[in-house]
């Protein structure tokens, strides 16, 4: 069964620095999402994506955060400079069509230290 | 104002015992889905139920959408321990271009061997 998958798993970086989650949807869908939850909260949704371009975003998804597509198959978050708070297990996730059925990754647990 | 609310916040049974989650929202809805959570792990889907729809059956799972009252419940029946889990309720309004995810804090399910 295809299922999105999301690398690294894990990933520890300084206050300040740059990091890149990694997605690869499933192949044929065409509608694409982060999320994040920070841990003991609620899902919150980052950013969607959709014809290779935003469609939306949230008031979360600051200058500080930026979406590729660079290709047909992954789909990239980008933290220029991160910051503590950014601290949260981060998923991607991939639809058929807006609105429907949300496929999501395992998830990148991020740690700013 | 938070558009998915779910309750209880916990719930602890015994195997063989049903359990019931409750989610309420506040705006007109497309379609509410319901996802499973295992501890620190990704997000997996469960059933999707759209507005016009009253109640959905998968396996052991059925979900009822009630649009007059805006809630919906998730019932899970003869509990196993595999179970164990939380459960979140996610909306998809019925405005919006792109149709992300709006997500409640989630019940969390315990299952007694």
């Known amino acids: 069964e295809p299922e999105v998958t999301q690398t690294p798993s894990h990933q520890v970086t300084q206050m300040g620095q740059e990091v890149i989650l990694r997605c690869v949807p499933i192949?044929?869908?065409?509608?694409f999402y982060w999320y994040r939850q920070i841990l003991g909260q609620k899902v919150e949704f980052l950013v969607s994506?959709?014809?290779?371009?935003?469609?939306?975003k949230s008031e979360i998804f600051d200058d500080q955060f930026s979406v590729e597509r660079p290709d047909g198959s992954n789909f990239t978050l980008k933290i220029r400079s991160t910051k503590l708070e950014d601290s949260a297990m981060y998923f991607c996730a991939s639809a058929l069509d807006r609105g429907e059925t949300q496929y999501f990754g395992p998830g990148t647990r991020l740690l700013v230290l | 104002s938070q558009q998915g609310e779910e309750d209880p916040q916990a719930l602890s049974i015994q195997e063989g015992e049903n359990a019931t989650m409750n989610c309420s929202y506040k705006?007109?809805?497309?379609?509410l889905q319901w996802y499973r959570q295992n501890s620190g792990r990704g997000l997996v889907h469960l059933i999707l139920i759209r507005s016009n729809e009253r109640e959905k059956h998968s396996g052991r799972l059925r979900v009822t959408l009630d649009t007059s009252k805006k809630s919906s419940s998730l019932l899970i029946t003869a509990s196993r321990a595999a179970d164990t889990a939380s459960y979140f309720c996610?909306?998809?309004?019925?405005?919006?271009?792109?149709?992300?995810?709006?997500w409640g804090l989630g019940t969390s399910l315990a299952v007694n061997p």
């Open positions: 996610a909306t998809v309004l019925d405005a919006g271009n792109n149709r992300k995810l709006i």
């Open positions: 192949s044929n869908h065409l509608y």
């Open positions: 994506f959709y014809n290779n371009e935003i469609s939306e």
């Open positions: 705006t007109s809805i497309n379609n």
